[in-house]
């Protein structure tokens, strides 16, 4: 039987990383040449936020695995 924690955790994980590879996607292409730097390091900001907290919610999910036994 599958752990519904585990479940909502590892989901959460999923939308996490989609949010981070979106932020490093907007931060590539040939628009990147024209950008300011002020909009620039906002896609960047944007990007190292959505890379935490995939490694947040990463975390939470291996600690719940290694407490729970999932």
């Not at 909009?39 to 290694?66: Q, W, Y």
Request: aromatic share 4%.
């Amino acid at each position: 039987m599958s752990c519904k924690i585990q479940s909502a955790l590892t989901d959460s994980w999923v939308q996490a990383t989609d949010k981070f590879s979106a932020a490093v996607k907007a931060m590539t292409g040939s628009h990147i040449a024209t950008m300011g730097e002020a909009d620039f390091m906002l896609l960047r900001g944007a990007a190292e936020r959505a890379r935490l907290a995939s490694e947040n919610a990463r975390l939470l999910l291996e600690l719940h695995r290694k407490e729970h036994g999932c």
